[in-house]
């Protein structure tokens, strides 16, 4: 079955051979001959030649005859015909044309909208986006992509993304028949992975007496990063929490979808230590725990991330790292399944299979083991009480 090749940008031409022994399945199949031209078999057997193009937006679909009485040679010089007599695609769609298409039909299909795509196409100079796709060659989008790199490699690797997508969708429609821009990605400098910085289960000690030092005026901060800490969470759902999510008689947290990265409801047990800090804020606001509502909940994570900058433990300790240090006490001290401190980290799970069928939550098993990791935290920072000396409390 013809496909488009991943190293060569194009799709590989049909042969009558092929449009011949084409096989018969229970479903409609297709094969691409490429610019927009397709062999089309039905279940009964019988095979039409079908021209796929764009016009005002929208996909269109123009039947070409039956094979083999339209061989393959006919199929194709009735689908050039067809497009030079100006019923079909247009030569004269421009890249910005082109975008706006593709990203039309990426909203349809589901997609969610997303604010990198467009921020990548506005990056792109005024004589790319009016040019025709048909004109556009390899050294337009090198030139294009190279510049880019000197503004940083993430701005190159979105743009060469899209340029590519765009490209493809192209080729999808008819328009061009081989991606100029297959190769771009080879241009773009390797992004050098980098993990969240964690500190050392022996020094947490000392950072969580840093901020037990705080002054009344950075409560909220410290309280915020101290329950991130007891639940392993993300630091933008502890400073977010709310009222309504609390079962404290329960000791449990029910954060919604809509506040998780996942999309998924996630229901954290609650240690003692954690339910003392937050009956602490009780009568103090209506809807969060910690904030006003006319504090922005991307403000408080600034907060909380702020003080860890400019502390002495900026270089050991960022506010994910709360949750590697979890996973990897809870594991090697305690000896912990991953499953289950897994399922507290609320990670999505690997392959299809399990997301389909795995539905384990394990949460009689994490009510023991927060307050397992809660006992841990307590007992590291009073062996560090007394012990900090040479570090700069700068709010102090």
Known sequence: MACVGKNVGKIMALTDKQCRNAKVGE???????GNGLSLVIHPNGSKYWHGRYRKNGKEQTKTLGKYPDVSLSDA????????VQGEGVS??????????????????????????IPWAYDNFPEWFKHKRMTDITMADVSAVILEATKQGGVLAQFMSS?????????????VIQTSPAYRAKRLVPR????HNRSISPERVGLLLTYIN???????????????????????????????????LDNKLWTIPASRMKTKETHIVPLSDQAITIIRQYAGRYSNKVFWEDSVPNASA??????LLRRSAFHNEHVTHGCRSLFLTVMQEEF????DVVDAQLAHKKAGGVRQAYDRATFLDKRVVAMQVWADWLDAKTKEAEGSVGGITYPYA
């Open 27 to 33: 479903k409609i199949t297709k094969m691409a001959d």
């Open 76 to 83: 194709r010089q009735a689908w050039a015909t067809y497009k």
């Open 91 to 116: 030569t004269e769609v421009t890249f910005a044309v082109m975008f706006t298409q593709y990203y039309n039909a990426r909203h349809k299909n589901g997609y969610k909208p997303t604010d990198n």
């Open 162 to 174: 899209v340029c590519n997508r765009v490209c493809e969708f192209a080729i999808d429609c008819g």
């Open 191 to 194: 992004h050098k992975v980098t």
């Open 213 to 247: 030092s705080h002054t009344p005026q950075l409560e909220a901060v410290c309280d915020s990063f101290k329950l991130q800490m007891l639940t392993a969470t993300r630091i933008n759902e502890a400073t977010g929490i709310r009222w309504d999510e609390l079962d």
């Open 301 to 306: 994570c600034g907060r909380v991330k702020g």
């Open 335 to 338: 000896e912990y399944p991953f």
